[in-house]
């Protein structure tokens, strides 16, 4: 029973990763339909970030983790502008190809400046664990999953209550006539994509602390895993990607446990198979009906 | 009729003239081990590229998952020739691969392909990754560790001769009534079932052949490299193929040629650049998506029939 | 109905033409004689610079360039009664098995070097295998540890294809024995790296010889970062110690997370983990009651001199310790060395002969003997870390 509580702690921890992740590829696929594989990268320059402020600069954890949100948006836009924009109007297939070409730049452009090396980040937060009835948990898993949801509350807020919002879910919908009623498509998307870098950005701090490693491929393997989990959830949808990180989580960790370690990626990779095919977008999403 | 069998003949003359070539150029000793491991290397991503067209350009699927039905044909190739290393035994590992990358490719194909744009990608990559995971866990794949010293039967000339074949099997399947009818699935899937073509079935055959291709260049890869790992085929693997298609210019089987060779040549010259070499080629890619959007020759294809009407035409004016 | 027969009549006639011109292509079937220098004496080095196993790769690289700015420094290599001095050629193969051999074919035929050190993964550098025996060149692998890489399919060796590290029988088994007698654990639970030969070859190899019982075995993949899962599994099956082969970015979290989850058991790893860096991302409290097998120990500097330089001067090029990767890749570069002084020809030919006669080879990861099927014959040690510092060693008989 202990066992099992345990698992569900390293589930939901696991997941909570996972679903921080996937809240950035929800929000950029929900507006443009891009799968931005330069996501994951994204999340790898905010480590980084992070890493650089804390050792050179000295500066706390808050400030870290905000200035690395702020730095992974500028980064997000500036990609945006330069990579994407100019592909809006060409086939979806060549956007895809760009975001990889730039998820490429990013790794290796990383790996020439600072080596590929494994590195270790910066303890500024002790790690305390808390027990009680035999399970253990410790103050960053707590801290993680406070934020993954956090997140996904001031997300859905924002999509949901404020203008820029709303124009958001018009230019998901329809970017022509959310031009033709005053809404400034660039601006909208602009934001979209702070926004999501942004989670990513503070994803990189807050994983590079729970781990205490980080290197310039980090990004590849959890950003694949969060976009899985984002499709499970369907795509576009904020709940939708939180809860699919957290059967993502759990998923491996009930695989693992049972000691089929060996295939809990195949696992994952099965159970979306299944559910595309049950619900073909996902469990949030929405099924747009076929029009003649 | 005629403008038909003069064209194919134009064809088959290229063909020849491109061996001759290559097999010139060995004799020479203009091409060295090196050389002609580019140009090994770039025939065995036409065939793959070529596959990944039918089903990305011609029938309009994105499978994200070619490297999966690969891996098939490559172990496939790798163990059956440990035990009978004759190039009999070799021809008949490819055809066990293409068997169980067709049957493989049923199974993932039947429920998934109903799925539609990027949630077809994504679950084929699923399965493609699952392809992989099986085995990097079976004994008979001798797992991660993969397999090396399969012996070294397919020289140059043979990859060269197979990628003229496939290719020349996927272009008159293009042009064949199946083509069109998978061609017209692409282009209105409502419309195509409407004039009465079974949309699955023909989206199915598409993405069978593809795999069938994709296995074809797995075997002759196990064969001119020698060593086949799982993690050759990862997920990295399918969108390298992927990157060829939509450079080429997705529908255009002439694209796809010159994309493997750019690339191919590319990928070579990089190799004097050390480290810097990814970089180059991630920015090259950017770059080239961003100026030319449809790829390098877009929907364009190379047709020695046209030509020849055009001369004709031109002629009689 | 028709036109499909004629397709099918068309394409067979093509195949047969095509056929019958594979088979009259002009096979050169000449033996090389190997490459030879020219004022200087290139060596080649193919090596995974980018792609997933980077960060080792340039850890073999730095290794590579001390010893070489080191030999160039002393006038470079003896050759008869001149000395040259080394050129290293040095190209990435991305960690990819199909650009490995490219990079081979290319150093070999292009840059004409004489001698190859690297790659650093057993599937690269088997791919290389072909290009380095058509062109006669000899590979010295820093760290392709599968017991089949030096052979061919039938069990002879290959006559140019060398290594610096151990096969993964000899370690995995030799752990197996510290974990029996020296640590006397009953119950072992396993964890291996399931992403290359290195883990799934260790494990194989510790299995065969481990007479204790094997409580639970389970895997992880190369970039994995969350254990706690296996860990919490492992926990109430009441294990005397972990057998964990696989390399320091992972087994650092898997000490981390196993001592954050109550698991106080050692820890017994491969020569992958030992690098500085293991300590800092467990936490040096946590690297505690950790062992792993290596060649050289960052302690051997008090009884090896040759060890003792190359810490030495390693720390003050690149400011860090010296990891393992960069210590057998140094020693790769002075076999080659040791390999032409001996046969007084920098022919590479000559080169493979004299790397095969190897006898009593003083190198930092140990003095050298290479048997007969290319690996070297070196003792192995046991290090202990204590608060993340290595404080005592063992001798594995």
């Keep these: ?70 730095f992974c948006a500028l980064v997000g836009v500036v990609i945006e502008a330069i990579a994407y924009r100019p592909l809006r109007h060409s086939p979806r297939i060549t956007a895809l190809i760009t975001a990889i070409g730039v998820s490429f730049l990013l790794e290796n452009g990383m790996s020439y400046l600072f080596t590929a090396n494994t590195r270790n980040f910066p303890q500024v937060i002790k790690t305390v664990t808390w027990h009680f009835a035999g399970m253990r948990i410790s103050n960053i898993q707590v801290l993680i999953l406070v934020t993954a949801c956090l997140l996904m509350l001031i997300l859905e807020l924002i999509i949901k209550k404020t203008k820029m919002g709303k124009a ?77 990180g957290f059967i993502i989580g759990l998923l491996e960790t009930a695989v693992q446990a049972i000691g089929l370690s060996a295939y809990k990626d195949a696992v994952v990779y099965v159970v979306l198979i299944v559910i595309l095919l049950v619900l073909p977008a996902g469990i949030f999403g929405k099924n747009v009906k076929e029009k003649v | 009729m005629k403008t038909t069998l003069k064209a194919n003949a134009v064809w088959l003359g290229v063909m020849i003239l491109g061996f001759v070539v290559i097999d010139a150029a060995e004799f020479a000793g203009l091409v060295n081990t090196f050389i002609e491991n580019m140009l090994v290397t770039i025939g065995i991503n036409v065939i793959l590229a070529t596959g990944l067209n039918l089903i990305i350009g011609f029938s309009g699927q994105f499978s994200l998952g070619h490297a999966g039905f690969m891996a098939i044909g490559a172990y496939a190739t790798g163990i059956i020739t440990q035990s009978i290393a004759t190039p009999l035994g070799f021809y008949l590992s490819m055809i066990v691969g293409i068997f169980v990358a067709i049957i493989a490719a049923l199974i993932v194909g039947i429920p998934t392909l109903r799925l539609r744009g990027d949630y077809l990608a994504i679950a084929t990559m699923g399965a493609a990754e699952i392809i992989r995971i099986l085995i990097n866990n079976l ?80 075997s002759l890869h196990a064969a001119y490299i020698q060593t086949i790992a799982p993690s050759d085929f990862n997920i990295m693997a399918s969108i390298a193929i992927l990157i060829i298609v939509v450079l080429g210019g997705v529908g255009s089987i002439t694209g796809t040629f010159v994309a493997a060779i750019v690339l191919g040549a590319l990928d070579t010259i990089l190799q004097n650049f050390g480290t810097l070499r990814m970089i180059i080629y991630s920015l090259a890619l950017i770059l080239i998506m961003i100026f030319k959007p449809t790829g390098l020759l877009g929907n364009w294809e190379l047709s020695f029939k046209r030509l020849n009407h055009h001369k004709e035409v031109s002629a009689h004016e | 109905m028709k036109k499909w027969e004629q397709t099918t009549i068309k394409l067979t006639a093509l195949a047969t033409i095509a056929m019958t011109l594979a088979g009259c292509s002009t096979a050169k079937s000449s033996t090389s004689q190997g490459n030879n220098p020219g004022k200087t004496i290139k060596i080649g080095v193919n090596m995974e610079l980018s792609g997933s196993a980077a960060g080792y790769g340039n850890q073999e690289k730095q290794g590579i360039q001390l010893a070489v700015n080191q030999i160039n420094k002393n006038g470079g290599i003896k050759v008869g009664s001149t000395k040259k001095k080394i050129q290293l050629v040095i190209r990435d193969n991305k960690t990819a098995n199909t650009t490995a051999a490219s990079v081979a074919a290319q150093l070999v035929n292009n840059d004409k070097v004489v001698a190859v050190v690297g790659p650093a993964a057993t599937n690269a550098g088997t791919a290389s295998i072909p290009n380095m025996t058509k062109a ?116 650092g979290l898997i000490i981390k997370q196993a001592r954050q989850a109550g698991i106080n058991v050692p820890i017994i790893g491969s020569d992958g983990m030992a690098d500085a860096k293991l300590a ?118």
């Design chain 2, 139 to 218: 004994k008979i794949t001798n797992g991660a560790a993969g397999l090396f010293n399969i012996p070294a039967l397919a020289s140059w000339a043979t990859v060269y001769t197979i990628m003229c074949v496939t290719t020349i099997v996927t272009v008159n399947f293009i042009h064949s009534r199946g083509g069109r009818a998978v061609m017209s699935v692409r282009e209105d899937e409502i419309a195509a079932e409407a004039m009465g073509i079974n949309t699955t079935r023909w989206k199915l055959a598409a993405f069978v052949f593809g795999a069938a291709t994709a296995a074809i260049g797995g």
């Design chain 3, 280 to 397: 800092k991302i467990a936490g040096n409290h946590n690297a505690t009651n950790v062992y792993y097998t290596t060649p050289f120990s960052t302690k051997s500097g008090a009884t090896n001199p040759t060890a003792a330089n190359f810490l030495k001067a390693f720390q003050a090029k690149y400011q860090t310790t010296a990891p393992t990767f960069s210590a057998l890749a140094y020693d790769s570069v002075y076999m080659i060395k040791a390999a032409i002084e001996n046969e007084k020809s920098a022919n590479s030919v000559k080169i493979a002969d004299g790397l095969a006669k190897l006898k009593n080879f003083k190198g930092v990861t140990g003095t050298i003997t290479m048997n007969k099927k290319h690996n070297p014959e070196k003792s192995i040690v046991v290090e202990k870390l204590t608060q993340g510092i290595v404080k005592q060693t063992y001798n594995v008989q």
């Design chain 1, 1 to 70: 029973m202990q066992t099992i509580g345990q698992q569900l702690i390293n589930g939901l921890s696991l997941g909570s990763i996972y679903a921080l992740l996937a809240l950035g590829y929800t929000m950029v696929y929900g507006i443009i339909k891009l799968i931005n594989f330069a996501h994951g990268d994204i999340y790898m320059l905010g480590a980084f970030w992070g890493y650089y402020v804390i050792n050179v600069l000295h500066v706390n954890f808050i400030v870290a983790l905000l200035s690395a949100m702020v």
């Design chain 3, 136 to 251: 006669a060149v000899p590979s010295v692998s820093p760290s392709a540890t599968d017991p089949g890489y030096t052979l061919q399919k039938g069990g002879t060796v290959q006559p140019y294809i060398f290594r610096a590290c151990y096969q993964n029988n000899f370690q995995g088994s030799s752990a197996a024995k510290f974990v029996t007698k020296t640590l006397k654990a009953k119950r072992v639970a396993i964890l291996t790296d399931n992403s290359s030969d290195y883990g799934t070859g260790l494990t194989k190899a510790f299995k065969q010889a481990y007479t204790g019982t094997v409580a639970s075995s389970q895997t992880f993949q190369e970039g994995d970062k969350d254990f706690n899962a296996i860990l919490t599994s492992l926990k109430h099956k009441k294990v005397d110690a972990i057998y964990a082969p696989g390399y320091y970015s992972e087994l």
């Design chain 1, 168 to 244: 958001m879910r018009a230019v998901s919908v329809d970017p022509t006539a959310a031009q033709l009623v005053g809404i400034n498509l660039n601006h909208t998307i602009s934001f979209t994509f702070a926004l999501g870098s942004a989670m990513a950005g503070a994803a990189g701090v807050l994983i590079g602390l729970y781990y205490n490693s980080i290197d310039p491929l980090m990004g590849m393997t959890p950003g694949i895993k969060a976009f899985v989990a984002a499709v499970i959830g369907g795509i576009g949808s904020v709940p939708g990607a939180s809860l699919g």
